[in-house]
């Protein structure tokens, strides 16, 4: 089992760059496959993007592709997210999960665990 804790949320201005961080404890954090997701106020939970084992394979929802990146330390046993040039659409709360196929995943029900949520709020 893996514990994972979210942070680095927070309120900015459309344009504004804000890099998100999971931290991971428990089982060995690159025994797994990693990825974020995100959900606004009203809507589903939604994937943005994942991170194979090893850090060497990514994939991103087009909504945020050339956006955001997706990296992890495994030394350090966290994931992290940078956003980059943030619309007031990207209001959400966002997820940090673990995957034990080891292999980067779009799909939410390949993730086994899954943190709290950090709040993300964009003003325009």
């Known amino acids: 089992q893996v514990q994972l804790v979210e942070s680095g949320g927070g309120l900015v201005q459309a344009g504004d760059s804000l890099t998100l961080s999971c931290a991971a404890s428990g089982r060995t954090f690159s025994s797994y496959a990693m990825g974020w997701f995100r959900q606004a106020p009203g809507k589903g939970r939604v994937f943005l993007a994942t991170?194979?084992?090893?850090?060497?394979?990514?994939y991103y929802a087009d909504s945020v592709k050339g956006r955001f990146t997706i990296s992890r330390d495994n030394a350090k046993n966290t994931l992290y997210l940078e956003m980059n040039s943030l619309k007031p659409e990207d209001t959400a709360v966002y997820y940090c999960a673990a995957s034990g196929g080891k292999i980067a995943t779009a799909h939410r029900i390949d993730y086994d665990y899954w943190g709290q949520g950090t709040q993300v709020t964009v003003s325009s």
């Open positions: 991170i194979n084992w090893i850090g060497i394979t990514t």
